[in-house]
């Protein structure tokens, strides 16, 4: 079975704080995502990875970073967090397909709470 | 840019009875594919269903079967002898055909609960 980690369940940080999500995969998947989950809003593509080393911006870049420095983990960074960025997170993998849409794994989430 | 809208924030469903999921999406493309998720309460996001746009026949997985309309542009989700571990958050989402195109557009989701 595929499995995607993500390092915390719940978090608790502060204004101003730099906020490191980790997400690791098992299954050897080229791509991996990250996306910001809100009620009323669904999922919402913030960035995401075809490889080491890449990175492309989703729909809402603004204020995260992310790293991918091996293909089975990336980071999702924020720099300076805030508290329009208190949500739930969420990671997902999947493997790359020219002719055909392969799934994408999701991790369990990290609930997100900036005070 | 594709938009998937799903017009029911909730449903809810008597057990052992069927339900319909909406999901309409906006395209000019006619390569793509189409996807149902679910998400249990604090589980993780699990995969239903997938479409292929250019296959005429719906797609089924048990007592999951989707009604593809792609002149209409929708996609609805049946789900038949709804049992109480369908209540979850279900997301439709779209994936374009192009190759080298990974992303999903996620409409906002419908919330079923399944009643006893």
């Known amino acids: 079975d595929v499995k995607v980690t993500q390092s915390s369940r719940y978090l608790v940080k502060r204004t101003g704080e730099k906020v490191f999500l980790e997400c690791v995969q098992d299954?050897?998947?080229?791509?991996m995502f990250w996306y910001r989950q809100d009620p009323g809003l669904g999922l919402r593509l913030i960035y995401f990875s075809y490889d080491v080393k890449m990175k492309e911006k989703g729909d809402i870049p603004e204020g995260y970073s992310v790293s991918r420095e091996k293909k089975e983990r990336f980071s999702l960074i924020l720099e300076s967090a805030s508290t329009n960025q208190t949500s739930m997170y969420l990671c997902?993998?999947?493997?790359?397909?020219?002719?055909?849409?392969?799934?994408?794994?999701f991790g369990p989430g990290t609930r997100l709470t900036v005070t | 840019a594709q938009t998937v809208t799903q017009s029911q924030p909730e449903m809810s469903v008597q057990e052992a009875e069927t339900v319909t999921l909406s999901c309409t999406y906006d395209t000019s493309e006619s390569d793509y594919y189409l996807f149902w998720y679910k998400q249990p309460p604090s589980r993780q996001m699990i995969l239903v269903i997938r479409?292929?746009?250019?296959?005429?026949q719906n797609a089924t997985e048990n007592r999951f079967s989707v009604n593809f309309q792609k002149a209409a542009k929708s996609f609805s989700l049946k789900i038949s002898d709804s049992q109480l571990g369908d209540a979850a958050m279900y997301f439709c989402a779209y994936r374009s055909g192009r190759g080298g195109s990974e992303k999903l557009v996620f409409g906002k989701g419908t919330k079923l609960t399944v009643n006893p």
């Open positions: 479409q292929e746009a250019y296959k005429q």
């Open positions: 997902a993998s999947s493997s790359p397909g020219l002719a055909y849409a392969y799934e994408q794994y």
């Open positions: 299954m050897d998947h080229e791509n």
